[in-house]
């Protein structure tokens, strides 16, 4: 069975720009939650999709948001990069909200220059 | 003050002792905890879950929970090399908000 898939591994923006992050989930899984991890902070909770729907939201500006799609792969977009959204970001797939574990990709590495 | 907390480390361990690793978390509401490891470049990966007060064992892992102190250990015995990496306690809230708050993480080092 195919872990969850996250795309691209490397991604390299410069301040301004907008990005967009895709995840796949594993086969079945239909809860997805995304997370940003730094040196400084940490794994810290994004957002979580289930059904197409966000459920919970963690403390990010606006300018970051994500969907969910039917067949449950996720996206996420970050839009007017700034430096400090440099970062690894994870994405993490369980049956339902809440199940653990939650299953991780191996993420994305965003670099802003 | 943040909502969960761990030591970053480094911890440093001899091969063959114990390693304790502890987390302190804010929501008294909060029900289930998990210790993700996280080897360097690579994904985090549950290694244990508790959610009753107490002890917890599983082979050289043992979790250890207490709600009244707000406190979670982790302790690894007979710490072999393939231990070090970073350890991550993770606490999750109740019904309708299940999204995972997880510490900054405590780097270990078994040292041979």
């Known amino acids: 069975k195919a872990g969850v898939t996250q795309t691209p591994r490397y991604l390299i923006k410069t301040r301004g720009q907008q990005v967009t992050l895709s995840c796949s989930p594993i086969?079945?899984?239909?809860?997805v939650s995304w997370y940003q991890q730094t040196p400084g902070q940490g794994l810290q909770f994004l957002f979580e999709?289930?059904?197409?729907?966000?459920?919970n939201k963690g403390n990010f500006p606006g300018r970051f948001s994500g969907r969910q799609f039917s067949n449950s792969r996720s996206e996420m977009n970050v839009s007017t990069l700034e430096l400090g959204d440099s970062a690894l970001y994870l994405c993490?797939?369980?049956?339902?909200?809440?199940?653990?574990?939650?299953?991780f990709g191996d993420g994305t590495r965003l670099s802003i220059l | 003050q943040k909502e969960v907390e761990q030591n970053s480390g480094p911890l440093s361990v001899p091969e063959g002792a114990i390693a304790s690793l502890n987390c302190t978390y804010s929501?008294?509401?909060?029900?289930?905890f998990f210790w993700y490891r996280q080897y360097s470049g690579k994904s985090p990966e549950l290694i244990m879950f508790?959610?009753?007060?107490g002890d917890k064992e599983d082979g050289r892992f043992t979790a250890q929970l207490n709600k009244a102190s707000q406190y979670v250990s982790l302790l690894i015995r007979d710490s072999q090399p393939s231990d070090s990496a970073t350890y991550l306690c993770?606490?999750?809230?109740?019904?309708?908000?299940?999204?995972?708050?997880f510490g900054t993480g405590t780097r270990l080092t078994i040292i041979p």
């Open positions: 993490a797939s369980s049956l339902l909200p809440g199940d653990q574990p939650q299953h």
């Open positions: 086969s079945g899984h239909r809860s």
């Open positions: 999709y289930f059904s197409e729907t966000q459920r």
């Open positions: 929501d008294r509401g909060s029900q289930s």
């Open positions: 508790i959610y009753s007060n």
């Open positions: 993770a606490v999750k809230g109740d019904f309708g908000n299940e999204k995972l708050t």
